[in-house]
């Protein structure tokens, strides 16, 4: 039996006309002699209006029944679609996250998906065309309603294709598949035909939203080859896989941004074994993730810490950090706002000296200051002034030949 995941997201389902569009995604992939897995988001703005409705209903909505709740979006998309199929003669059912079941830890509203019975898609499977399955729901196993985090669907359908072993699984929403960066900022941003696991980590990690996180995470640890597309148009989208020579040679994949980061100083603090854990202990232990992190050379026993957090913790760290100030001595906290991180990311780094010296060069060139640097093996990021993003990330994407497909970069 030839089978393919295909998941489609909110936009693609919103209502009859686009899931009449699905349909025909769907009659492509039967037309090809496969069986389908198909898992379906809730229908655009649903989610959100079910959070803004539990809210109204509680001020803490507790959140397991938070969770119930949310699963009725999902719900809602499988069942329509169900008869949508059936209706055209398709044979097909709907498959709720309990009913398989797929097995999550008990975290509500982030669970994490701990096993799938691919015994049972195989037999629905003998008996059905086409599974609906609704996304982002799972159960414990004590049989309460999960979800899997925002955008979990995308976890569920990598889940689905991984259970049933060397499955592809294809992800359509409403644009063609994962650009070089963001078209909007950069009109020459080009989409990417192949990408690794870990190349994509770093650009949906860092505003390139198209695939939660977690599901790519699933795709590498399973090594599912995940395709990323289009529900409105025939374009074969991206293809997330694993990496292979052609990507190495690649010197540089894309450049992303995140406008999501507030950057935090503590100023005037001793510098001596033990300050760092006695300022970042505090923030992992209340849970504020930390990105990037900076510490200045220290004079005559001195020195200032500065680290960057997301602008929704900002309040907090700024509070834990005063208290810290405190404790070990310091002169003053100070904290910006108007700070975003461009990023280069590439695996072909790996392999090439110099990639870093080029794009801050780049960015001398733009007259684009920068006030922190961080790197990794496929990673350089820059942390700049939030009103500079646009021209960094066009000065960025423009030196290293973004605009070009791989074959005619390698031919200059
Ligand atoms: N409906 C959920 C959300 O809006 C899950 C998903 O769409 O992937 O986050
Ligand atoms: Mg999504």
Redesign the pocket.
Known sequence: MRILVQKF??TSVADLECMKKVRGKVREALAEGRKLVVVL?ARSGRTNALLEMAHQWSDEPDPAEMDVLLATGEQESVALFSMLLQDDGIRARSLLGFQLPVLTDGAFGSARIQSIDAAMLRRELEKYDVLVMAGFQGCTAEGRLTTLG??G??TSAVAVAAALGSVECH?F?DVDGVYTTDPRLCEEARKIDRISYDEMLEMSSMGA????IRSVEFAKKYKVPVRVRSTFSSDPGTLVTQEDDMMESVLVSGIAYDKDQARVTLCGIPDKPGISAAIFVPLAEKGVLVDMIVQKASREGITDMTFTVSRKDVKRAEAIVEEVRHAIGGECVETDLNVAKVSVIGVGMRNHSGVAARAFAALHQADININMISTSEIKISCLIDEREVEKAVQTLHREFNLRLSAVEEQQR
């Open positions: 997201g909110g988001s925002r955008g669907s995308d992800i929403t939203k198209v695939l939660q």
